[in-house]
């Protein structure tokens, strides 16, 4: 062989080599780059990709957020295990999925948050008018979560049609997952929660997507039933967490279909698929719920999670949980593990300092253990006034400072875990502590 025969020869093999490097993706520019890989969605003929677990991305976000930090121990710690490894953590719990970039609860969504380490995904349960159970956040969410409104035989059926911006009256829409059947509903395309209250068309209506969210995902996202998610997760190889959202219609729904059955037929879908309930943390604000589970069905109301929803009462303080009712060890006495309030009843600002409140002080006393939510979910931090840091703005002025609250839920309150519209931003941080 000739030099020059034997240089192609070794260019050949080098190109070779370059090529199964790429397809092994030891490495990616984060979850965007993970994102826009073949399995990220299937071709349009070969039916549904099979996913398997992922290789941890954590993308460039949290090295961003940890660089914004303001100078200290904790920044020092953060920065000392950057190189990784990385792993999946239950702490990081994905809440609809990755909706920071991508359209809540659906397909891409949830491998995305995946993809960022979280062991526990989050798919809300509603139904269709053939009470079948879907994955969306509310029951009448779908003019702003997908395109119905722009398929008119739909949007003819929606409860409240499309009416455009007019004077002081904003453009509005309601559209319900109860005004339409499970082979109607799986023709949608999920997009970014949003819409625009100036529309004066539909196309517009569409639009309003937040400046520091995107919709270069927002193209066709795959919506599922509750029993495609469960399937999806396990190929997923993640904990599931599904909350049963209240029904906008009035139940019993058709006279029939009470809120018993609606909440055994959620828990009846992960026994026929024969997932084990220590790998599922059912969660309702309807205390009902819950106790309805912990009666019905122990195995899973053993860990059932309790949404606390008082904080919307009038006269709510985090400062005196002895007014709440039932009280944290009446919760307790009525069988009750788990609650899970918003971040910010869980901590309070003393000294432009964030340190536990009297409300999470009182949860752990009782023996309650807390998860919390929800990270990621506020835009940029700076001069924030944000339902998630009330009471806490002054001890917040730039992004950096999520990761110091992130830090005093873990350490100081003791939470098990959080959810996060961007997963990776929790997975460093649980990775970083042995979480």
Not at 308 to 324: K, Q, S, T, W
Request: glycine content about 8%; proline content about 7%; aromatic content about 8%.
């Amino acid at each position: 062989m000739s030099k020059y025969s034997l240089r192609f020869a070794l260019l050949i093999a080098a190109a070779a080599v370059a090529l199964t490097a790429c397809g092994d993706d030891g490495g990616s520019d984060g979850p965007d780059a993970a994102a826009a890989t073949p399995d990220a969605a299937p071709a349009p003929d070969a039916g549904p990709a099979i996913p398997t677990p992922q290789t941890v991305h954590l993308g460039p976000r949290p090295y961003y957020l940890v660089d914004n930090m303001d100078p200290g121990d904790l920044k020092t710690e953060l920065q000392a295990c950057s190189t990784g490894p990385f792993e999946k953590s239950d702490f990081s719990i994905g809440h609809r999925g990755a909706p920071m970039q991508f359209p809540e609860h659906t397909k891409e969504g949830y491998e995305a948050a995946a993809r960022m380490g979280a062991g526990i995904i989050e798919c809300d349960v509603t139904f269709t008018s053939d009470r079948e159970l879907v994955c969306r956040h509310s029951q009448c969410d779908l003019a702003t979560t997908t395109n119905i409104l722009t398929i008119p035989d739909l949007a003819a059926k929606c409860t409240q049609p499309f009416s455009p911006a007019n004077g002081n009256n904003p453009a509005s829409a309601t559209c319900c997952t109860s005004d339409i059947t499970l082979a109607e509903y799986k023709t949608l395309c999920g997009k970014m929660d949003a819409s625009d209250p100036t529309a004066t068309t539909v196309e517009e209506f569409l639009g309003g997507t937040a400046n520091w969210r995107t919709d270069l995902y927002s193209t066709c996202g795959t919506l599922l039933t509750h029993a495609e998610s469960i399937k999806l997760f396990q190929e997923l190889g993640v904990k599931m967490t599904p909350e049963l959202k209240e029904a906008s219609v009035t139940m019993p729904y058709e006279g029939d279909y009470t809120q018993e059955l609606y909440a055994q037929q959620m828990i009846d879908e992960y026994k026929a698929a024969g997932v084990d309930a220590s790998q599922v943390f059912a969660q309702s604000f309807n205390l009902d719920d819950i106790r309805y589970w912990i009666t019905n069905e122990p195995a899973f109301g053993n860990q059932a999670v309790f949404l606390d929803g008082r904080y919307e009462v009038p006269g709510f303080d985090p400062a005196n949980p002895a007014a709440l009712s039932p009280t944290m060890d009446e919760l307790v006495a009525d069988g009750v593990k788990i609650i899970a309030p918003p971040q910010w009843v869980l901590v309070t600002e003393q000294g432009g300092e964030i340190v536990p409140s009297a409300y999470a002080e009182a949860a752990k006393t009782a023996g309650l253990d807390i998860i919390t939510w929800t990270l990621e979910r506020s835009g940029p931090l700076k001069g924030t006034t944000d339902f998630y840091y009330t009471g806490i703005t002054g001890a917040v002025d730039n992004d950096g400072d999520m990761l110091t609250l992130l830090d005093v839920l873990a350490q100081d309150v003791g939470i098990l875990g959080i959810f996060s519209d961007w997963a990776a931003t929790v997975t460093y941080y649980a990775n970083c502590k042995g979480l």
